[in-house]
């Protein structure tokens, strides 16, 4: 029997002498690699920190003492060793694992993550109450180092060091390099400053140079700064309040162990120990891989290959690229903008055609926002693509920095709708309603890719203010790609198949399962309109009026929460007296619960936004549902 298998939670772990920690995180290692092989998942940053892992649950005491892993995609160490080692096969999967922290999968997750740099201000939370309470448990956030690129890592540690609460940040650098090489000097200074015996000494010298004159009081404090900084690169977080501890080579327990135990058993005010780590360790094909295998398919343990199924159609993501570079070649102030997912945008395929014309801000939806904004005040065509669920982050940049100053800012947004095995946390439901109701923003979203390319000519030609347009992960259906877009009228639809007595008005992705319902209510004797509204705000009420008028049920379809698209429609009938007894009219959305992880297909059936879902909905509305096929009961 392997070490892992003897070891169901950290408890176990304590057990085992500290000499024989290595071959846990090897074994560790070798069963998270065979385990995302088999779901997919988030490979490389839980590979970066497996020794990491090992050595915190060994140290401290979880989950009373609490773990915070910020985003989350480097927690599937932590979870093997916290009692979901026999269900690490089910992650991302429906009713399985979720791929990230979460509060009511296990007590040994304290906070729930899937947006990065929370970590801290949480923690800090944590530790605060914790004192209120009396108590004297330790709290530890672990946050990357892409995360601490984020304004709100910044504001929880100044927040921290004012408070001098308290709490320990182990800060995972895997790919800034901000720290110098790291080796056998570097570890045992990390030591000695973590230590009691220099903290000590340097409190002594504090005691003693209290006696001096103010002018050498600063400089000798200015000189103890200086010399230990000299090796640790540590003054800006001493700056913000946090006594600053390494470099830490993360992946040797004989540097890791007595430095978290000397952080554990310190008592004192907010700590940051800088732990230096390579994403994908000791997995070759990561290790080799450009971004380090940071989200994968199913793959082949011993070659590394991922079994990704030939597309049918191309990506979503890959025709927005493609036509913005398109654009951009005609038109020398288009840039793009991207927080820190220059892939999940396809902006790395626009850099390198523009690459003087493509910023990577980092994890900072905010000042991406603003920063477009500053762009477009200039003059400039910014494209600021951003996935849905995190221009949530940038709200208030889009109030008030953008659509309050009508600067025309062009908002790609990606993973509109449901993502699957990513669950809640990256699903794009709200962006219709919030960007909706902001008076003076246009809000697109395509029915299929060909019609993706001519929203992003849209964008690129519409100068009056703030524009965005949604489009979902994944395939387009297949239809051919015209050359060139062309400039969409601002706020027109289009009727793409014509009947009499039902209207589906369908906004975005939906549109395909709108049509295959459209046949089978035809077959039904319920001959059905099926409009592609392109537009929720500006409504095409011209169309929207003739479908109320002429069709007995009108129902709107999108993938998107309450208050967007369908609310839309539904004041502007309200207002213009078009909700006559006669019109039955229904809209179909998101249900209102964050739906779990799972396949996308099984997801939108679930909220029964697939073709029989629709067709369902008809047959309530007219109250025939007893009528429907059995499949469809």
Sequence with gaps: MSLLDQIHNPSDLKKVPEDRLRQVAEELREEMVDAVSVTGGHLGAGLGVVELTVALHHVFDTPKDRLIWDVGHQCYPHKILTERKDRIRTLRQGDGLSGFTKRTESEYDPFGAGHSSTSISAGLGMAVARDLAGGDNNVIAVIGDGAMSAGMAYEAMNNAGALNSRLIVILNDNDMSIAPPVGALSASLARLVSGKTYKGLREAAKQVASALPKPLQEKAA??????????????????????????????????????????????????????????????????????????????????????????????????????????????????????????????DVFEKVHPTRMFDVGIAEQHAVTFAAGLASEGFKPFCAIYSTFLQRGYDQVVHDVAIQKLPVRFPIDRAGLVGADGATHAGAFDTAFLSCLPGMVVMSPGDEAELVHMVSTAAAYDEGPIAFRYPRGEGIGIDLPEQGVPLEIGKGRIVKEGTKVALLSFGGRLSEALRAADTLDAA??????????FAKPLDTDMIGRLAKEHDVLITIEEGSIGGFGSQVLQFLSDNGLLDGSLKIRSMILPDVFQDHSKPELMYKDAKLDADGIVLRVFEAIGKAKDLPLRLV
């Design 222 to 347: 200015q000189a103890e700064e200086f010399a230990r900084s000299f090796f640790t690169g540590g003054t800006l977080f001493e700056e913000l309040g946090f006594y600053y501890v390494g470099p830490v080579d993360g992946h040797n327990l004989d540097h890791l162990l007595p430095v978290l135990k000397n952080v554990r058993d310190a008592k004192e005010g907010p700590i940051l120990v800088h732990v230096v780590t390579q994403k994908g360790k000791g997995y070759l094909p990561a290790e080799n891989a450009s971004n380090k295998y940071h989200a994968v398919a199913k793959f082949d343990v011993v070659t590394g290959k991922q079994s990704k199924p030939k597309p049918n159609a191309p990506a979503y993501t890959r025709v927005f690229a493609n036509a913005l570079i398109a654009e951009a070649n005609k038109d020398k102030k288009i840039v793009g903008i991207t927080a820190a997912m220059p892939d999940g945008t396809g902006l």
């Design 525 to 534: 004797g319920l001959s059905t309109t099926v409009a592609d509204a392109r």
